[in-house]
C-alpha cells in the first residue's frame, strides 16, 4: 500500500504565503512526477504545478512567478510554496504521484486534499 500525507493549508489573507508538503509513504519502489492539483467550488479540478524526478518543473500559466513546487527524492517528499495569494487560488490542494511500486505495479496515487482559504 502507498500512501500520500498532505499538510500545511489553512487561511490566509490576500498577498501572504502558505507553503504545503506532501510525503509519501508505504511500498515504494519509485516515484516518477509528482505535483500538485486544486480544485475550487463548482469547478473542476486543474493541474497547478508539477515536478520530475530531475527537478524539471511545470506551472499552470495562473500561478507562474509566485507558486514554486520542489521535492526531496530522499523523503519522498514534495513542496508547494505559495506567495503572493489571491482570493481566486482558494481550493482544495491536492498531491498526486506517480509511482512504482515495490510489486512493479505503476500507478498514480492522490492525497486526500487539504484546504487553502485566501481572504481578500
Known amino acids: 500500500q502507498v500512501q500520500l500525507g498532505e499538510s500545511g493549508g489553512g487561511l490566509v489573507q490576500a498577498g501572504g504565503s502558505l507553503r504545503l508538503a506532501c510525503s509519501a509513504s508505504?511500498?515504494?519502489?519509485?516515484?516518477?512526477?509528482m505535483g500538485w492539483f486544486r480544485q475550487a467550488p463548482g469547478k473542476q479540478r486543474e493541474l497547478v504545478a508539477s515536478?520530475?524526478?530531475?527537478?524539471?518543473?511545470n506551472y499552470a500559466d495562473s500561478v507562474k512567478g509566485r507558486f514554486t513546487i520542489s521535492r526531496n527524492n530522499a523523503e519522498n517528499t514534495v513542496f508547494l510554496q505559495m506567495n503572493s495569494l489571491k482570493s481566486e487560488d482558494t481550493g482544495v490542494y491536492y498531491c498526486n504521484a506517480d509511482i512504482l511500486t515495490r510489486t512493479l505495479v505503476r500507478r498514480n496515487f492522490w492525497g486526500q486534499g487539504t484546504q487553502v482559504t485566501v481572504s481578500s
Open positions: 515536478i520530475t524526478s530531475g527537478a524539471s518543473t
Open positions: 508505504g511500498s515504494i519502489f519509485r516515484i516518477n512526477d
